[in-house]
């Protein structure tokens, strides 16, 4: 799959000093759905900004479709559509005129089907002559997708799309966003919800003090990164962890019934067979066992400690 | 050239008109008759004349350009300051338009708004004095060169401000009074020597000036000085955007 976004040693210090973009260098392939996880304040929104056009960039340089967002802006930011993390619409405009006037904005001549289409795809056809300040928060969103859309981009980026929106707005706008990739648009987007970005991204990023961390395909990041959870339930209730169990680091449940045991399923030794055979020699009676694969949430947590743990050790 | 973006930009602003067109026609008729009320009657006859042009007559080019510059200013600072307050601007900055083509969307409206002002003004200073246009061209060439160069102005005001307060501080502390004392109800000859000289310092002197000229051949400086003059601040507002832009001054950064 050849790349539509390069990002290549991008660096943006604000006017405060406050550095957001370290050299950051990231590629996004043609028709992907890439998903950018990071804490607050990590760069997320600066470097989405930055390739929109919205934010000035100090070094580096940022291609799409082979066309520099500087030197070939016209063209580079035509391919380009933006659903930003504010609720920011006028307040006086109709729904109608605001979206056919980003249609204009991008140089596109009016297509009133496609934008009676994209309206009705959005459930915002009836409301069409309602005006932008009489809509609830979650019909503004969908305002700012059509709007976004209007000028039918390749490359879509949502920053945080799915900020306090209903649960009916939010499974709207997957499929929306499903349907773009079938029709190869590119979806670059930002989430607090890493259950969304375990759902429909077919890979993640994670960024943290303006450099990406990690770039992997979804499964294979959960795959390699990933700790699994073993959950021996007992028979009987225990007061305590025996001290022979120490070394296992073993958590135990309010109920005091279920072990928990992390391990590695990277390393040589998982120690699941010596657990089981202390767990034996103490008499202990085995009700269940499980295990759980880690969630990109718990890897996301874990890289951005240890980001922050080297940052704080340079 | 992206014209599709342009015409976006220019009709959306045009479209903040209309909606206040009650206002916004009404307004200047009802400001331009309370001039005449206080200044062309009341003063008036006790000042009959002024080089020979009655001074009802007289005020007439002061009274437009009083309300030109300030609507222009107001309408372009306003214009852009809009978006930014709400955060609309992204969009702007996002889509694929330059400088000049956003500046040419925003300041052609507000000048187109301040012209169509300028009209309605003309045409109810025509009620009550007997209106003679010397030049009409040339009139109409003054007009418009002040209603761009005032909404250049004032699009710069409106990059330049982050709060209302400072939207209204320049044309509340500047504009108004350099435009009272730019010889807009009076001549300058009219005025002690010193304050003449002093006089000469205030940009808006030349404008009133020009624009008087043109219609009644009488002024209070050369009309090629005039030329320059706005010619000189059109570029000065042209020169100071652009660097506004390509900097990211307080709106990229």
Redesign the interface.
């Known amino acids: 799959m050849s790349e539509i976004l390069k990002i290549s040693n991008v660096s943006k210090v604000y006017n405060n000093k406050f550095q957001a973009l370290n050299k950051l260098s990231l590629k996004i392939k043609k028709g992907e759905i890439f998903a950018l996880l990071g804490p607050n304040g990590a760069g997320k929104s600066t470097l989405i900004n930055t390739v929109c056009g919205i934010l000035n960039f100090d070094e580096g340089s940022i291609t799409v479709d082979e066309l520099d967002i500087k030197t070939q802006y016209r063209k580079a930011r035509s391919l380009i559509g933006i659903v930003p993390q504010e609720l920011n619409l006028e307040a006086f405009e109709t729904i109608w005129d605001n979206v056919n006037y980003s249609r204009g904005l991008y140089g596109k001549p009016p297509n009133h089907s496609y934008i009676e289409k994209l309206l009705k795809e959005l459930s915002l056809w009836e409301k069409k002559d309602n005006k932008l300040r009489e809509l609830s928060g979650g019909m503004k969103r969908r305002v700012l997708i059509a709007k976004a859309l209007s000028h039918e981009p390749k490359v879509l980026f949502l920053d945080e799309p799915t900020a306090s929106v209903d649960v009916e707005l939010r499974k709207d706008m997957w499929e929306v966003v499903k349907r773009l990739k079938q029709e190869g648009v590119t979806i670059i987007l930002t989430t607090h919800y890493i259950e969304e970005a375990e759902e429909i991204a077919d890979r993640v990023g994670i960024i943290n003090n303006g450099r990406i961390i990690l770039v992997d395909e979804k499964e294979s990041l959960i795959k390699k990164l990933g700790q699994k959870i073993l959950k021996i339930e007992l028979a009987e209730t225990i007061d305590k962890i025996p001290s022979n169990l120490g070394i296992f680091n073993l958590e135990i449940n309010s109920d005091k019934n279920i072990l928990t045991y992390i391990y590695d399923t990277k390393g040589e030794n998982t120690g699941i067979t010596s657990l089981l055979s202390e767990i034996k020699a103490l008499g202990m009676q085995l009700k269940d066992i499980s295990t759980e694969q880690s969630s990109l949430e718990s890897i996301f947590l874990n890289l951005v400690k240890e980001s922050e743990n080297e940052l704080a050790r340079s | 050239m992206?014209?599709?973006?342009l015409?976006?930009?220019y009709l959306?602003e045009m479209?903040r008109m209309r909606?206040t067109l009650f206002q916004s026609l009404v307004s200047p008729f009802i400001s331009t008759s309370l001039y005449f009320v206080v200044f062309g009657s009341a003063i008036g006859s006790r000042i009959t004349e002024i080089e020979g042009i009655s001074y009802g007559s007289f005020i007439v080019p002061g009274m437009i350009m009083l309300t030109v510059l300030t609507q222009s200013i107001s309408n372009a600072s306003f214009g852009i300051f809009f978006?930014k307050f709400?955060?609309?601007v992204?969009?702007?900055?996002?889509?694929?338009?330059?400088t000049f083509e956003i500046i040419l969307g925003f300041v052609g409206a507000a000048a187109t708004k301040s012209l169509i002002i300028g009209t309605v003004i003309i045409l109810t200073a025509g009620i009550f004095v007997d209106l003679h246009i010397e030049h009409p061209f040339i009139m109409m060439f003054f007009l418009v060169l002040t209603c761009v160069t005032f909404s250049l102005f004032g699009f710069l005001i409106g990059i330049w401000a982050d709060n209302f307060e400072k939207l209204q501080v320049i044309p509340i502390l500047v504009i108004t009074p350099l435009v009272f004392l730019g010889g807009s109800f009076y001549s300058i000859n009219m005025l002690p020597e010193f304050w003449q000289k002093i006089s000469l310092l205030n940009p808006v002197l030349y404008l009133v000036s020009g624009f008087r000229w043109s219609f009644y051949e009488i002024a209070d400086v050369s009309i090629l000085t005039s030329l320059i003059t706005i010619l000189f601040f059109l570029s000065a507002c042209v020169l100071t955007i652009i660097y506004a832009f390509s900097?990211?001054y307080k709106i990229?950064?």
């Open positions: 992206n014209w599709h973006g015409k976006a930009i959306h479209d909606r978006p709400t955060n609309t992204y969009e702007l900055l996002a889509a694929p338009l330059s900097k990211g990229k950064n």
